[in-house]
């Protein structure tokens, strides 16, 4: 059984920071990519900022040059450092991992959510 466990939402301020993590455990042999997601209410579940195990980085345009996502390889952790943060990026983010259970087979998971709420 494989879990992901998200935490670092909360209420923050227009212009502040948040700091969201990700931690994989479970019958991993590899990890291939992992991501961030959200979907407000009403609203269609976007791509937030992606990352694959080679290092290579995808963001939306809206939260290009304010999010940054990184890896923690040893551990099975992403991160992603939300800084800038606007009232539109109110959202439940959702942690996203495509992973190999063995050499052969891959599954993907979603995390719970966590919400981010930015309110002055």
């Known amino acids: 059984q494989v879990q992901l466990v998200e935490s670092g939402g909360g209420l923050v301020q227009p212009g502040g920071s948040l700091r969201l993590s990700c931690a994989a455990s479970?019958?991993?042999?590899?990890?291939?990519?992992m991501g961030w997601y959200r979907q407000a209410p009403g609203k269609q579940r976007e791509l937030v900022a992606a990352i694959t195990s080679g290092g290579s980085t995808n963001y939306a345009d809206s939260v290009k040059g304010r999010f940054t996502i990184s890896r923690d390889n040893a551990n099975n952790t992403v991160y992603l450092q939300m800084n800038s943060l606007k009232p539109e990026d109110t959202a439940v983010y959702y942690c996203?991992?495509?992973?190999?259970?063995?050499?052969?087979?891959?599954?993907?998971?979603w995390g719970q959510g966590t919400q981010v709420t930015v309110s002055s």
């Open positions: 479970g019958s991993i042999f590899s990890i291939i990519a």
């Open positions: 996203n991992v495509v992973f190999k259970r063995t050499v052969v087979i891959i599954n993907t998971y």
